[in-house]
């Protein structure tokens, strides 16, 4: 999966709790990216990161929190203020200010989150 | 705001056969686009972009991707498909090299039959 590793594969969440996702890169990339993949619906993006220690909302940002604080991890938490949070949830990672072949994204396996 | 469109839910064909999958796109500037493919239960590899010069862009795995400005496309094809091309496929675009905000289509489940 190009080198992104998303932990755990399933997570179940329970009413007022918080969920934390964890993304890990060893591919030197800047940013990353926090997508969320519901059927029929493609993919939608909660946060983004460009650099360290700096990170934008998405288009659904609302219900979740992101941090930064290392180049390799981007670690995505689901609060209970998320109503739906049922989803998969694919973490991706890319070089910074992409030009030429360096725009792809590389994704991660991905992480099912259900609500119990 | 930019957009794709994939007005597919589902493509069906026989191995062997051409296959297509559309895309349009909404953008106010040049557009960036992509194509990528999802596996089940797999996250999204990468298969083609379209940034500037020709319009017939070759990928992965034997597919093409057409751009197409005064129709606003950008179709996927392949012209003898596999078994093993049954997959998710997304369209996406970015508004300039700049803008890190990739839009998604809804998605083209693809599925080849022997």
């Known amino acids: 999966d190009g080198g992104i590793t998303q932990s755990p594969k399933y997570l179940f969440r329970k009413e007022g709790q918080n969920v934390t996702l964890s993304c890990e890169q060893n591919?030197?990339?800047?940013?990353m990216y926090w997508y969320r993949q519901d059927p029929g619906q493609g993919l939608r993006l909660i946060y983004y990161?460009?650099?360290?220690?700096?990170?934008q909302k998405g288009d659904i940002a609302e219900g979740y929190s992101v941090s930064r604080e290392k180049k390799e991890s981007f670690p995505l938490t689901v609060t209970s203020a998320q109503k739906n949070p049922t989803a998969f949830y694919l973490c991706a990672s890319s070089t910074h200010r992409g030009g030429g072949t360096n725009e792809k994204l590389f994704f991660g396996s991905g992480t099912q989150l259900s609500v119990l | 705001a930019q957009s794709v469109a994939q007005p597919e839910d589902q493509v069906n064909v026989a191995e062997g056969n051409p296959l297509t999958v559309k895309c349009t796109y909404s953008v106010s500037g040049n557009p960036y686009l992509f194509w990528y493919v999802q596996y089940p239960n797999r996250g999204l590899q990468f298969l083609l972009k379209?940034?500037?010069?020709?319009?017939l862009v070759k990928g992965s795995y034997g597919f093409e991707a057409e751009f197409n400005k005064s129709q606003t496309s950008f179709h996927l094809k392949k012209p003898s498909a596999l078994v093993s091309d049954s997959a998710l496929y997304f369209c996406a675009v970015r508004l300039g090299s700049n803008d890190y905000k990739l839009s998604f289509g809804a998605g083209t489940t693809v599925t080849v039959r022997a």
């Open positions: 591919l030197n990339h800047d940013a």
């Open positions: 990161s460009q650099i360290v220690n700096d990170f």
């Open positions: 379209y940034i500037t010069g020709d319009n």
